[in-house]
């Protein structure tokens, strides 16, 4: 775990990426911010944003959420996010950790619906709400792990 760090979260999506990021004492997840992507193949601008935000935020690990099926198959998705998370690594310096988020979208879209968010308003919110599930799962298993 990193010292005095926040860790960032990263819902990667085609066409976007939900970003999440920790308190300073890495108790809670906030959603922070939807990247959209202009072009599925061309990742330079994203990764640009995702390093400025590690360097404002002091961010000392990021954890990428990693698409598994429901019976633990990984698909091309997940395969296409492996290597997002490998060239973001590279890029940035930081440790990644892969983290499954399996059903993080459908509790996203629950927890948007029951707050009364109107559905045309959650196209624009729900990847960095599902960011938020995948760092606060990551984080709440590292509290778990230090018990």
């Not at 005095?4 to 308190?23: E, H, P, Y």
């Not at 061309?42 to 360097?55: D, F, G, N």
């Not at 000392?60 to 490998?86: C, Q, S, W, Y």
Request: proline share 3%.
């Amino acid at each position: 775990m990193p010292d005095n760090k926040r860790i960032m979260g990263l819902d990667f999506g085609s066409k976007t990426v939900g970003v999440a990021l920790s308190d300073p004492l890495l108790i809670t997840a906030q959603s922070f911010e939807t990247i959209v992507r202009k072009h599925p193949d061309k990742l330079r601008q994203t990764y640009a944003r995702i390093e400025e935000i590690a360097s404002e935020y002091e961010v000392g690990e990021i954890v990428v959420g990693l698409p598994k099926h429901m019976n633990d198959d990984e698909g091309i998705r997940a395969e296409i996010t492996r290597e997002f998370a490998e060239n973001l690594g590279r890029r940035c310096g930081l440790k990644i950790t892969l983290w499954d988020e399996r059903l993080t979208t459908v509790m996203a879209e629950r927890v948007l619906q029951e707050s009364g968010v109107r559905r045309e308003n959650r196209k624009s919110v729900i990847d960095s709400v599902a960011a938020t599930f995948i760092l606060q799962d990551y984080l709440d298993s590292i509290r778990k792990s230090e018990e």
